[in-house]
């Protein structure tokens, strides 16, 4: 249904200006979030990248425990959303079981993207999707973790060029999403 009606226009246009003055109002716009997030994120890559330099046999557990405390630190940065409605649930299961049958993080991300976007897309940019930032973010890092035990030999390449069920490969993405339900627990509003 189009609204061509002009008070209606006007009304959506309001809408969008009050949620963004409250962004600024309360400090939590897009820059602030991303710094928030990074000043976090990137401290623990690092120990992690570190990690895997001086123990690289235990790269794939100490990134996995990296994942979990980064899953954790997202709702708390105000990045993404609590995870409490089912949406949300539904989105974290469709990347889970995407993961697990394909086997590959870029694979997976770009599946549930191209799904995410059509969902968008069909709802007219009504739909925000904070899986899908969790996503992005989990491809960013376990690209960055898995480059580094690469590099260290401890990882094939072949890991990455493959799609096959494993639940190893999934373990990971199981890390953010259940740090995502944790810190989602303890971020007060």
């Known amino acids: 249904m189009m609204h061509n009606n002009p008070l209606y226009e006007a009304a959506e246009e309001a809408k969008k200006s009050v949620k963004f003055l409250y962004e ?20 623990l890559a690092l120990l992690n990248l570190i990690f895997i330099a001086w123990r690289p ?84 890092f376990r690209g960055l973790f898995d480059g580094a035990l690469m590099l260290t030999g401890a990882l094939d390449i072949a890991d990455w060029l493959r799609f096959q069920m494993d639940f190893m490969s999934t373990l990971p993405f199981l890390a953010i999403g259940f740090g995502w339900f944790v810190g989602s627990l303890f971020r007060n509003d």
Do not use: C, M
């Open 57 to 140: 046999d235990w790269g794939v557990w100490s990134s996995i425990a990296t994942l979990f405390f980064i899953g954790v630190w997202l709702p708390n940065s105000y990045l993404i959303d609590r995870l409490e409605d089912l949406a949300g649930y539904r989105d974290l299961f469709a990347l889970t079981l995407l993961h697990g049958v394909l086997g590959n993080p870029v694979a997976a991300f770009v599946v549930y993207g191209l799904f995410a976007l059509l969902f968008w897309a069909l709802s007219r940019g009504e739909q925000s999707n904070p899986a899908a930032i969790l996503a992005l973010v989990y491809v960013g």
């Open 24 to 43: 600024v109002n309360t400090g939590y716009t897009l820059t602030a979030k991303l710094e928030r997030f990074f000043g976090v994120g990137l401290l």
